[in-house]
């Protein structure tokens, strides 16, 4: 059973450019989250989904960023007109439905370095 | 007040020593609490979850203390493998399952 997967693992992009994020959740694994963790910093919560429902995003910058997660595919975290400010590793993590224990399982996360 | 709080350390400990973290949370109703793992520039792992009755896994024990609102991790017996950054996460539950990381609490584990 394969992990979580992200890709890419390394993503460069220059100022005012889209940056857009995978996230493939563990099999049978139908809640995903994104983190974003700056240098030195802790993760911070961004945005819950489950499949084609964001489910809150109260972690979520107002402006530039958004998240979906189709009923087919990865869930994509997209952020428009990137500012070196972004630069940061983003986490993707996924837990299965009705798990009362409610682990979440991490991917390798993808950073993003914003030039 | 933060939702989740850690000492960030630096936990400097010489192998084999034993050493404990705390970290405590703001909310009361909060139900499921964890103690994750995460080796620089690398993703977190779940270490183990915390139950109310405490528990223990191997040289790792966690305890939870409601009336308090802090949960513990003890190490035993440190190993130089042991350096890591310990998070805190805790949970409302109730079948929502955002969680909140606390920043983490570093340990280096000196031979």
């Known amino acids: 059973n394969a992990g979580v997967m992200q890709n890419p693992r390394h993503l460069v992009r220059r100022r005012g450019q889209e940056a857009r994020l995978r996230c493939s959740p563990m099999k049978g694994h139908s809640h995903v989250y994104w983190y974003r963790q700056l240098p030195e910093e802790g993760l911070k919560f961004m945005v819950y989904?489950?499949?084609?429902?964001?489910?809150?995003e109260s972690g979520m910058p107002k402006e530039r960023f958004s998240a979906e997660f189709p009923k087919e595919g990865p869930s994509i975290l997209r952020i428009q007109q990137v500012v070196r400010g972004d630069s940061a590793a983003y986490f993707c993590?996924?837990?299965?439905?009705?798990?009362?224990?409610?682990?979440?399982?991490f991917g390798p996360g993808t950073r993003l370095t914003v030039t | 007040r933060k939702e989740v709080e850690q000492d960030p350390g630096p936990f400097n400990v010489p192998e084999g020593a034993t050493v404990a973290f705390n970290c405590t949370y703001s909310n009361s109703a909060s139900q499921s609490f964890f103690w994750y793992r995460q080796d620089c520039r690398k993703e977190p792992k779940l270490l183990m979850s915390?139950?109310?009755s405490g528990n223990e896994d191997g040289r790792f024990t966690a305890q939870l203390n409601r009336a308090s609102q802090y949960i513990s991790l003890l190490i035993r017996d440190s190993k130089l493998s042991d350096s890591a950054t310990y998070l805190c996460?805790?949970?409302?539950?109730?079948?929502?399952?955002?969680?909140?990381f606390g920043t983490g609490t570093k340990l280096q584990v000196i031979p």
């Open positions: 996460v805790v949970s409302l539950g109730g079948g929502y399952q955002k969680v909140t």
């Open positions: 989904l489950q499949k084609e429902n964001i489910i809150d």
């Open positions: 915390v139950y109310s």
């Open positions: 993590a996924s837990s299965p439905p009705g798990d009362v224990r409610y682990e979440q399982y």
